[in-house]
């Protein structure tokens, strides 16, 4: 019979055993060694370290995180998982004041720990591709802030709009999805450590001043909820599936743009790859992946969710497997990021069809409706009059809808004129090119209230870094 087949990847390895969680909570590393070294620097400003324990352990905290970052780190699967891995080690390196490092302190608090560090370091690397995509789509519609293209209900030939307010259309979207990683990790952004494993301890410690030193916004109110709650990752895992659900909708957009039917888009590289069978394709596999990876991403929220429903507090085992779900959602995500980036500025518009669409008599309807609105009369008698010209099996000309409804054939020539009918468009928000300039122009606020965000990230994940080198006390 055949070998049985080997695990993925992702799957923990046998050696680990059935308890362990060490192939996954080994990306936690730096984050969990950040926070012993403001937690032993806690316990010496409360004097339940000596200073010189302190030096020793900080020292010896240090060393193991350029260990971990040079991949020289003796990893040991028996180990369980990384805190009892780091601390074990640091034991081995300087001695039995190793023993002090987990005064008043639980894994529980400390895991907890360790994934608010994580999740801002990874809302941080997604708020930066976030921002390119943001930046991609705003660029291309400035481009094409003029160029009118159908807009589409139900998939079928609606009203004028332009290539640039469809662009902007998506970039708002995206714009969402950065404002609630903002909240998610505002949110997320308060120390569990002093909750020890539930109930906080008898010693006296400050966990206030853990969490400044961490960069956190305060500390924890209640020690049961601090080690139990898991609501950061959850609303991670629901912002990154709205984000994943709002790139797939742009990969099924430029699927259908880049068919022969549409014709919108040139079928270019920048799309995808050819077919190993049919010597004519070229696939826009880029865009099918922007669809396709969004199915695995929510499976990760429902994962999670699935695992917290029905928890008792505080601590239960099964919270180890929140971890897995959140890693491949942000590593799926991270990938998607780019390549809609990259598909974005690779768009090849292709003006001659989008022309030969936008100038489809079907999209004016409304417009000439509401001429005769303009002209006093009442919207639902234009809509009937607009209607009945337009009712299949008859294709309105100039000519047949000038006589049906009255207008001259100047008039009528300026009603299916898409550029006029761009510009009639300037309500508020609307395609007009002179509302389309006003988008950009929010649009660029928000990009720059985006990048303000991502330098307070910057800001926190470089106290992590400084907690990790040897150039400070
Ligand atoms: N590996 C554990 C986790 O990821 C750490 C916490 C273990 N706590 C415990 N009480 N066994 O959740």
């Not at 400003?45 to 971990?68: D, H, I």
Request: hydrophobic share 45%; proline share 6%; charged share 25%.
């Amino acid at each position: 019979m055949s070998e049985p087949l080997a695990p993925p990847p992702y799957v923990r390895a046998p050696s680990v055993g059935f308890l362990g969680s060490l192939p996954v909570d080994r990306v936690l590393a730096r984050y969990d060694l950040a926070g012993s070294v403001a937690h032993v620097e806690m316990l010496g400003r409360a004097g339940l370290l000596a200073p010189a324990e302190v030096g020793a352990l900080v020292a010896g905290l240090r060393r193991l995180g350029r260990e971990v970052a040079a991949g020289t780190f003796p990893w040991r699967d028996e180990l369980e998982d990384v805190h009892t891995n780091l601390e074990s080690r640091l034991t081995e390196l300087v001695g039995p004041v190793g023993g002090k490092l987990h005064t008043a302190r639980s894994r529980n608090d400390q895991v907890a720990l360790d994934e608010r560090l994580y999740l801002r370091a990874a809302v941080r690397d997604l708020a930066r591709r976030l921002l390119d995509l943001g930046s991609a789509l705003l660029a291309r519609a400035r481009e094409e802030r003029s160029t009118p293209m159908p807009g589409y209900t139900h998939v079928q030939r609606a009203q004028p709009v332009s290539v640039g307010h469809w662009l902007l259309a998506h970039f708002w979207r995206f714009e969402r999805d950065l404002d609630r990683l903002r909240a998610t990790a505002a949110r997320a952004n308060v120390s569990p450590l002093g909750a020890g494993a539930l109930a906080g301890s008898t010693l006296p410690v400050d966990p206030r001043s853990v969490a400044e030193r961490l960069g956190f916004d305060r500390a924890f109110h209640n020690s049961m909820d601090a080690v139990s709650d898991r609501d950061y990752f959850a609303e991670l895992l629901f912002d990154l599936s709205l984000l994943a659900v709002h790139a797939s909708a742009l990969g099924e957009e430029v699927v259908l743009f880049a068919t022969k039917e549409f014709g919108f888009l040139e079928r270019t590289a920048a799309l995808g790859s050819g077919s190993s069978l049919m010597p004519q394709k070229r696939n826009p596999d880029v865009a099918e992946l922007l669809r396709g990876k969004t199915g695995r991403v929510i499976g990760d929220l429902v994962a999670l969710l699935t695992t917290l429903k029905g928890l008792p507090l505080t601590y239960d085992r099964d919270l180890q497997e929140d971890k897995w779900p959140v890693l491949d959602a942000v590593a799926t995500l991270t990938g998607v990021l780019d390549a809609a980036a990259e598909l974005v500025r690779g768009l090849a518009f292709v003006p001659e069809r989008l022309g030969a669409a936008a100038c489809d008599p079907e999209l004016f309807a409304t417009d000439l409706a509401e001429m005769l609105v303009a002209r006093g009369m009442p919207f639902r008698s234009a809509h009937a009059a607009v209607g009945s010209v337009y009712s299949p099996p008859s294709r309105p000309t100039g000519e047949t809808l000038g006589a049906a409804l009255g207008l001259s054939v100047e008039v009528i020539a300026e009603g299916l004129d898409p550029a006029h009918a761009l510009a009639r468009r300037a309500s508020a928000g609307g395609p007009a090119p002179i509302e389309v300039a006003r988008q950009i122009t929010a649009a660029e606020a928000s990009l720059a209230a985006g990048r303000d965000f991502l330098s307070s990230l910057d800001r926190q994940a470089e106290l992590i870094e400084e907690l990790l080198s040897e150039e400070q006390r």
